[in-house]
């Protein structure tokens, strides 16, 4: 046989490596997504932490639909974000069904029966927390899951509480951005002085490192029970009695009255043209109108795709500055409208209002905050 | 408060903004029952008439899905309070109209607007155009809490893009 030079066993290597590299590529494909190498084929969650992205993935994949892997993945982010959200709050959801009606589903907390005599008094003059039980609304969270679950959902309701029970009772190491928040000195102090250091502080009730575990066993049973017996045990049973008594404990207001009446709002999204594009977002009192009322404005400029210049990239962000300026001043016309003028947010979505408030908006200089109506602003919050 | 959006092989679509308010809540934790309560209650200050029972108050929070003519679908919400709809409204610019990849146009720092119409550069933000913005007279303010993070799933060249922020550390999942 004869032998190869050189120069052809340089080509064969050549060859061969780039086999492999195809094939290590073929795989990854399979693994992601048949095709997908950058992204995913079927199905996807994108949450706060990868394991509860993780969890609403493993949902989708037993058959679940992206409801079951929506509520699975909030339930999770309660015990890893519990800075962030749980049980005892309000959420806003959009759904798309497969005709592309878009549904928005509001369980958002709203005011108790009773409620603190001039509570507004209470209102911090500066930026701070607002802490203490006379600022709890009543809680929406779990009759929310129950209406789009009962609607949307293939999984039993108990299989999308499973993974959270395991995590809360077993516990996870200090999740790392809870961690990150908590080393901050505020927040250490924010929950060694509060009711919160039950769970979030180790034996010496100092608040809990990077290196510690993090359980929740009185959640995990609640959750277990709630599993077992529907959002009715929150809302008409015994765990809704527990948590009436330890609130009207703490010296709030709320009772198994505000629980029992809670309901879901369900509506229409509001849908507005953005060129070829469609938003739905959900109407008042949710901040969807003013962010249609700002892209409104946005959308006829023009738009260098691509790598703008300097020059144009100044030009963008001050039209962008602008508009919020004015979207800032007309913050006051977000209410609940079933409580206030049904239309106060209207006319954010009005093209004739947008392209109105465009013309003021002036190509290089700005204005005085009343030119916005930006009148005794609220405070900002970091949520 | 946290975003969760998901989108299944049904092309069932979920746009999910959740919350207990301000970090903790109320910082009032029930023991009998291991909850967390919200505060949702302040987000009516600065309000001058009477609060009624059932009301909701004013919220940032906009989960949102957008649609083209061509198909392509996208869920997108954000947290972080006030920041709320900038961090979103610029991450759809980006994505819409800059063409930037969804990653990309979730990860670019932003501008944030606060209710006294100082702006306020998230740190990374490009100096050049720091400097422009400035010498057209608006106002640089102090601002040192950027907790925006926005969540988002789309369709993107026959794939399905899902990004978690990577300010909370968020990594998103899939098949």
């Known amino acids: 046989m004869a032998k190869c030079k050189p120069w052809q066993k340089c080509c064969c290597i050549f060859l061969a490596l780039i086999c492999a590299a195809a094939l290590v590529c073929l795989c990854i ?31 989708l994949l037993q058959g679940g639909s992206a409801v079951d892997g929506a509520i699975a993945a909030l339930l999770c982010t309660s015990v890893v974000n519990p800075q962030s959200m749980g049980i005892g709050g309000g959420s806003i959801l959009a759904i798309r069904n497969k005709t592309g009606n878009v549904t928005v589903y509001n369980f958002r907390e709203t005011v108790p029966k009773s409620f603190k005599t001039n509570l507004l008094s209470d209102c911090p003059k500066e930026f701070r927390f607002s802490t203490g039980s006379q600022w709890i609304g009543v809680p929406g969270e779990l009759r929310g899951y129950e209406a789009v679950h009962k609607l949307y959902g293939k999984l039993p309701w108990a299989k999308l509480f499973e993974p959270t029970i395991k995590l809360a009772r077993k516990g996870i190491p200090m999740p790392p951005y809870l961690s990150q928040i908590m080393s901050h000195s505020f927040v250490k102090m924010h929950v060694e002085n509060s009711s919160l250091c039950e769970v979030l502080c180790n034996k010496n009730n100092v608040s809990l490192g990077k290196e510690e575990i993090l359980k929740f066993p009185k959640l995990a049973e609640t959750m277990e029970t709630i599993a077992k017996q529907g959002a009715d045990a929150f809302y008409n049973g015994k765990i809704g009695q527990d948590l009436i008594q330890d609130i009207k404990n703490a010296g709030g207001t709320l009772s198994m009255e505000d629980l029992r009446s809670f309901k879901v709002q369900v ?14 977002i959900p109407p008042p009192p949710s901040g969807g109108p003013l962010l249609a009322f700002i892209l409104g404005i946005m959308k006829d400029y023009p738009f260098t795709a691509g790598s703008p210049n300097v020059n144009e990239k100044i030009q963008m962000y001050h ?50 905050n009343t030119y916005y109506n930006n009148v005794e602003p609220p405070f900002d919050n970091f949520g | 408060t946290t975003h969760v959006s998901v989108m299944d092989q049904n092309g069932l679509v979920v746009s999910a903004t959740s919350t207990i308010n301000q970090l903790f809540g109320g910082a009032v934790y029930s023991p009998r029952t291991g909850i967390i309560l919200n505060n949702e209650l302040a987000d009516f200050c600065k309000r001058t008439t009477t609060l009624q029972a059932g009301e909701r108050p004013p919220s940032s929070m906009a989960p949102t899905i957008l649609e083209s003519k061509s198909g392509g679908v996208l869920a997108i919400g954000g947290s972080g309070g006030s920041m709320i709809t900038t961090a979103m409204a610029l991450s759809i610019i980006n ?51 950027f907790l925006n993070v926005v969540n988002a799933v789309g369709t993107e060249n026959g794939c399905i893009s899902a990004i978690s922020d990577n300010r909370k550390l968020g990594k998103s999942a899939g098949y």
């Open chain 1, 267 to 280: 509506e229409n999204a509001w849908t507005v043209p953005l060129g070829n594009i469609r938003m739905h």
């Open chain 2, 95 to 145: 994505h819409l109209w800059l063409g930037m990849s969804l990653k990309d146009a979730i990860a670019a720092p932003i501008v944030f607007v606060d209710s006294e119409n100082q702006v306020n550069f998230e740190k990374g933000f490009n100096e050049n155009v720091r400097d422009g913005l400035k010498a057209f007279g608006h106002k640089v303010g102090n601002w040192n809490f």
């Open chain 1, 29 to 59: 494909a399979t693994i992601v997504g048949e095709g997908c190498i950058s992204g995913f084929k079927h199905a996807a969650v994108a949450a706060d932490s990868k394991l509860c992205s993780d969890i609403g993935k493993e949902m």
């Open chain 1, 319 to 368: 039209h962008y500055i602008e508009a919020v300026k004015f979207a800032n001043g007309q913050k006051k016309s977000i209410r609940d409208p079933i409580f206030s003028d049904r239309k106060s947010a209207n006319h954010l979505v009005d093209p004739s209002f947008i392209n109105r408030i465009r013309k003021m908006i002036s190509p290089n200089s700005t204005h005085e």
